[in-house]
């Protein structure tokens, strides 16, 4: 946020996951919520809404989900974040994002491997890191990480990545 726009970055697809974005903890009243945004050419596989059609959805495109406007007890908080924060607080939270993530990465990057860096070998806002070779080599698995995390006080971070 404040950095770039998604049709910038070249995506044919952007989802602004508000748990991302926005301040809400995963699990925060899910699905995913937040609006997505696609390029023209995709428009025709766009999801309709049997409760509030979209303009321009082909017909047999359903939604996944029940609830066309997502949870609604979210939507305060996300918008009491933004305008508590503004547009200079949500640009340093994007920044400093960037920095925790490409810290982490590089402290870590000696002893596992950080998956999805960048032609500079950065990350974006997540540091990802491989555990299969921990996993393989000693039991340990990515909940075993996050649990032990937790008893030290250490808020977990996304443990279960998909990974092919």
Request: glycine fraction near 10%; include cysteine.
């Amino acid at each position: 946020m404040g950095l770039t726009r998604p049709a910038d970055i070249g995506a044919d697809v952007s989802h602004m996951n508000l748990h991302k974005t926005f301040c809400i903890p995963h699990g925060g009243g899910g699905p995913g919520m937040g609006p997505i945004g696609l390029k023209a050419h995709l428009a025709p596989f766009m999801a309709n809404h049997v409760v509030a059609e979209v303009p321009g959805a082909q017909p047999g495109q359903s939604a996944v989900c029940a609830a066309p406007f997502g949870s609604a007890s979210i939507l305060p908080i996300s918008y009491m974040y933004i305008r508590m924060m503004g547009a200079a607080g949500m640009k340093q939270a994007t920044q400093n994002a960037l920095l925790n993530a490409n810290y982490i990465a590089t402290k870590l990057a000696e002893h596992y491997p950080v998956l999805y860096t960048g032609a500079n070998g950065r990350v974006a806002h997540e540091c990802i890191i491989d555990l299969r070779p921990l996993k393989a080599a000693s039991g340990v698995t990515e909940v075993d990480v996050a649990k032990r995390l937790m008893d030290y006080g250490f808020h977990a971070p996304t443990m279960s990545f998909p990974v092919a």
